[in-house]
């Protein structure tokens, strides 16, 4: 983002404390995450620490800080889900791919995001690739998805 992007967005804020949620959805909406130039500048702005907004930013699942993959796949980590599985799904997500929930893939061809729950909770374990869900997805079942969505 550029300097006239940062200005734009914290023009719409008076600089307290309570902005700092609406600011990081508009800086992720805008460039797709929160990076470590647009921490800097939120600290000046909020005049908060740049641990204290990773420390907010980092509890939210949705708040991403690395670039976006052409694919994103979420696995629900929801109750639901989590009972039936999804725990094991998001290891074997993570180990095929060889990043941790949070990162993307280094040919940007994936990113991996946990969701807290992805509404078919009677499905799960529930998988998202971009806008693509995958049901009742059982771990030997994701090399296949993984391929379809290669
Ligand atoms: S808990 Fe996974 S879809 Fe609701």
Same mark, same amino acid.
């Given at each position: ?57 980092? #509890?939210?699942?949705?708040?991403? #800080? ?20 999804g725990k094991f799904l ?61």
């Amino acid at each position: 983002m550029k300097d006239k992007d940062y200005q734009e967005i914290f023009s719409q804020f008076k600089g307290k404390e309570a902005d700092l949620l609406p600011i990081l959805l508009r800086i992720q909406e805008k460039e797709g995450y929160i990076s470590e130039e647009a921490i800097r500048r939120i600290s000046k702005f909020l005049k908060l620490s740049e641990n204290q907004i990773y420390g907010v930013a980092s #509890f939210y699942p949705k708040y991403r #800080f690395n670039p976006p993959g052409r694919k994103s796949i979420k696995v629900c980590m929801g109750t639901a889900c989590h009972v039936r599985g999804g725990k094991f799904l998001s290891d074997a997500v993570g180990w095929k791919l060889g990043i941790n929930i949070g990162q993307t893939t280094e040919d940007k061809r994936f990113d991996f995001q946990r969701a807290t729950c992805l509404g078919c909770c009677t499905l799960g374990p529930v998988v998202k690739i971009n806008d693509d869900v995958h049901s009742r997805m059982l771990v030997t079942g994701l090399k296949e998805i993984l391929e379809k969505h290669d």
